[in-house]
Every structure is written in C-alpha cells, then in structure tokens.
C-alpha cells in the first residue's frame, strides 16, 4: 500500500468526517485527490501489470476510491483503492489490500473451488443424459399429441353439439328428443375416456422421468449447499475491526441473511480498513467509476458516487465506529419562487403550467419534503390531480386536472398514447446519428435509487424517437418524442452506451452535475376532452 503524501500548504480540511453516503459531492480535499488518481489512470496503467484497458470491457469498469488521511504526525496524504478484483488479482500494487485475511480465504476457496467444480461437471453430465432427455422427450411428445386430440376432440363435439341443437329446435317428437340426450351423453363419455386414457399414459411417463429428474435435483442441490457453505466460510475470513478497536465478522453484520456477492470488497472497507491498520485518521473519502459503464448503464468514467446501500449499508457504518463522523447530506432542490411558475393555458376545469426545474411535480415520499407543483396548486384548486409527471430536475409543460372525472378523461388520452410530448435537451457530446428511435427497457436501481438501469430480462419497455436540432461547441441540441413514460427515460436514453452514449448537460444522476440540468418539456398536443379539438401548446427552452 502506497500513501500519496500532499505538499505542506494551507489545506482546506474537513470539521468531521463526511459520510460516505451523502448525495452531495465529496469534500474538495477529497475530490482534488481523486483527481491525481484519475491522472494516473489516463496514463493507460491501474498499477504496474494491470492496463486500464481491462476496464474498457462490456462488463464494465471500476469503482475506485481515495481516502485522505492524517499521520499521527499531523502529515496529510491518501490512499487509493479499487473494488473488487482487477484480472482476478486481489492486491494490486499501491493500492489498499482486501480486507479479508488471506490464508483463511484460501483454506476455504482451495478445497471448496475443486469440490464445485466437480459437482458441477457430475451436474452437467447429468442435465444430457440419453435416459433423461429421452424420458422428457416422449413426456413433451405425448402432451403435445394429448392437446391436440384434446383440440380435435372439441372441435367435433362443438360441431356436433350445434347439429343437435338445430334438430331440437326441429322436433318435438319425443323419442327423438331422447336419442339426442343421449347422444349429448356419449360426447361426454368419450371426452372422459380420452382425458383418462391420457393420464394413464403421462403417468406411465412421468414414472420413468420421475427418478431421473430427482436425481439432477439432488446433485443440483448438493452443488448449492458446497457452493453456499464456501461462501459462507469466506465470509469468515472478513474478520473486521472499527477505529474504536471492536471486532466483528462479515456475517454478523447482516443478520437477517448471509451477505451479497461483493461486500466488504468495495473501496471503501478496504481504504477505511487500510487507514486503521497503518495508524491514519480519515479526513475525507471519494469514490468515482473509470473505464466502461456496466450493462445496465447509470455509470459515467469519472463520476463521483455515493457507498452503495445493499453492500456497504451494514459495513461502513461499524468500520467508522470511533470516528467523529457527520450526519449524512442528502441533495436537495433550490428554493422556487411562486412566480417561476407560470399557467400556458387556463381551462375552467384543467390548467397548462410550465413547471421550473428543481420542484417536485407532487409531494415527495420523504415527509420532509412538502413542496411540489401540485402541492401550489392545491391551494387553490384543492381537487387538482397531476395528470402526468415530470422529474424534479426538468423544467417544462405539464398537466394538470381540476377535478377527477377530468383527470380520468385526460389520463386515458396518456394511457392510449394519443398525447404527443416533445422535449428539448442539449447533451454534453456529439451524437453521431441526425435522428432515429432509441428501445431501451428499464428498471430502477434497487442499491442507487432513483437511479434507473437498462435490463433487457426484468425491464419495463421503453421508446424515445429523436432529432438532432445543432452541433455546437462540442455539444449536441437533442428534440425528443417519448413514446412511453419511463422514469428518467430520456436522461438513461441519452446517457447510456447503446442510446446516444452522452450524457444531458448538467444530469447529477447519469452524468456531471451543473447549475440544472438542460432537459425542458417544451411541446405538448392533446384532444380537448370537451370539445375534441386538437389542444397544441408549446414553452420554449430557457435555456
């Protein structure tokens, strides 16, 4: 481990140690030294051995971290880190180490990685077994033959039933009347001797796929429980201890499970762990991504980011124990002036107000929060409903119902896709492409709310059309058409690698924070739900 030693200056030094999970950006000694590490890594080299083009690969980069740090002897320098492994290498050179002990690590990883490899050889061989696929292939021939004697079989007795019922209508002879019950009475005879002859048959094929399914299950089983257990006994080898000298294990500080794939290997726990071992007093900590975005995107090279919640949650907390630490900083909006917030149009039972960037659409989860756009309004028109939303940190046209049947009506226009919505953005890069349609489904970030990834397999669908207006400077003047209404659609859209691969100017949540974010609802169409007439509004971009 390597400690980056600062000129003696006057410094500009922290009162208590900021947590690292504030939504705000990290404290500028902090910042200025994530800044020579980022230097460093545009070199091309993470540390001697390890080029930073590992990084650029489609799994993504890495979360790296400093930590600046006081000597005893008053001296201020920090410490660098990365998450996880780099090319499965642990300790890499003038970085923090792990934080787990390495000979217990190894005790369990050893014996354990031979033991699931085997298993899952034995699992592997088992899953094509001749005797297994042939049993489940006469089980999937004779289910598909069964529905479509089932389908045959309905289709006659269908037609059949529409021939008795026309002669009924026919006829009051008795007799005849009577032979066409039982006619009514032999379809329903012959569909059970076909559904009972079927069961007789999957079962007679079930009893010979049976076992064999059973034992895939148990060797499928034996491989999680080996798997499981060694995970568990590396987790005992996390065997951490805080700046007020108390011990604990990785396990006990997630009783309510065993810990997520990752914890404890971030940068954080390793810097905070370092800084303890050599003696160091924490000033201050950073943590930012290098190198590719992951998959799901919601990650840009050089971004400063908060500890994650799933993995770090329990950890740091314990880890900063005997540490003067401050109260964690959330992000919170501008104050917005009563004026700022202007009505387009005025209709006896639905309003037009361009809303300004940095105030909620509607009130907040956070009961602290209570200011929000419908929060104003309701003052006065108590029963007024947001029809749609716009996020805190766009600006633009939104719509408001005065009342719920005119909510429904308007709702069901957003519902059937009949409203149109254009947008205006300027985004920090040059977009290649003059126009085209972006299809990216999303789904929240469950460890970085509200941050949204892209997931092709758990995604909701997402569509965006756009244009590009101008190249300029650098920057690229962007018109979007959503065609869903995903959560932070347009800023993941244009953010992400498979989207248009650059951020909009001033997103703290997908790319680099500024004074706002350049993301304005400007156009918005929709049918009067009075008089039918086609209802064009439009609020130029302020910026």
């Not at 002859?197 to 034992?215: F, W």
Request: glycine share 6%; hydrophobic share 40%; with cysteine.
């Amino acid at each position: 481990m390597m400690i980056t030693w600062l000129d003696p200056q006057p410094l500009d030094l922290p009162g208590l140690f900021p947590s690292p999970f504030d939504d705000l950006a990290p404290h500028s000694l902090a910042q200025r030294c994530a800044e020579l590490v980022k230097a460093d890594l545009r070199t091309g080299v993470i540390a001697p051995g390890f080029p930073t083009s590992v990084l650029t690969r489609a799994e993504g980069g890495k979360m790296f971290g400093v930590l600046v740090v006081k000597s005893a002897q008053g001296r201020v320098g920090f410490l660098r880190a990365v998450s996880g492994q780099v090319e499965r290498a642990w300790n890499l050179e003038g970085y923090a180490p792990p934080v787990f002990d390495g000979a217990l690590r190894s005790s369990a990883e050893g014996p354990a990685e031979v033991a699931v490899k085997g298993l899952t050889a034995r699992v592997e061989v088992a899953r094509v077994e001749p005797t297994l696929l042939a049993a489940r292939g006469l089980l999937a021939s004779l289910e598909a033959r069964h529905d479509e004697q089932r389908r045959a079989l309905k289709e006659r007795h269908a037609a059949q039933k529409r021939e008795r019922r026309r002669a009924r209508e026919a006829t009051t002879d008795t007799a005849e009347l009577h032979a066409l019950d039982q006619l009514s009475r032999r379809d329903d005879h012959e569909r059970r001797t076909a559904e009972a002859a079927a069961r007789v048959e999957r079962s007679a094929a079930l009893a010979k796929l049976a076992p064999l399914e059973r034992r895939l299950a148990a060797l499928e089983r034996l491989r999680r429980v080996v798997s499981q257990e060694t995970m568990r006994r590396i987790w005992d080898s996390y065997l951490l201890t805080n700046f007020a000298g108390e011990k604990t294990s990785l396990r006990a500080l997630f009783p309510g499970g065993d810990p997520p794939s990752g914890a404890a290997d971030c940068a954080a726990p390793k810097l905070l762990d370092a800084a303890r071992s050599a003696g160091l007093t924490p000033l201050a900590l950073a943590e930012f991504w290098w190198g590719a975005p992951p998959p799901g995107g919601g990650r840009v090279e050089g971004m400063f980011f908060p500890a994650c919640r799933e993995k770090c949650g329990p950890v740091l907390p314990f880890l900063l124990r005997g540490l003067e630490t401050a109260a964690r900083q959330t992000w919170k909006p501008r104050e917005v002036r009563d004026d700022e917030l202007a009505i387009v149009h005025e209709d006896p039972r639905f309003l037009v107000l361009n809303k300004p960037a940095g105030l909620l659409s509607v009130p907040a989860r956070d009961e602290t929060v209570t200011d929000s756009l419908l929060a104003r309004v309701q003052r006065r028109f108590p029963d007024a409903m947001t029809v749609h939303r716009l996020d805190l940190d766009t600006s633009g046209l939104l719509l408001v119902a005065l009342d719920e049947e005119m909510y429904r009506w308007l709702q069901a226009q957003f519902l059937s896709r009949e409203v149109q919505k254009r947008y205006l953005a300027v985004l920090e890069g040059n977009v290649a492409k003059d126009e085209g349609v972006i299809e990216l489904p999303l789904r929240v970030d469950l460890d970085q709310r509200p941050r949204q990834l892209v997931d092709f397999e758990h995604g909701k669908p997402a569509l965006t059309r756009f244009e590009v207006l101008t190249r300029e400077a650098g920057r690229t003047r962007v018109a979007f058409f959503p065609l869903t209404g995903r959560t932070h659609q347009l800023r993941v859209h244009a953010a992400h690698q498979l989207g248009l691969g650059t951020p909009i100017v001033g997103d703290r949540l997908y790319g680099s924070p500024a004074d706002r974010l350049l993301l304005h609802a400007e156009g918005l169409c929709f049918r009067h739900p009075v008089t039918s007439a086609a209802l064009e509004l439009e609020s130029p971009a302020p910026f």
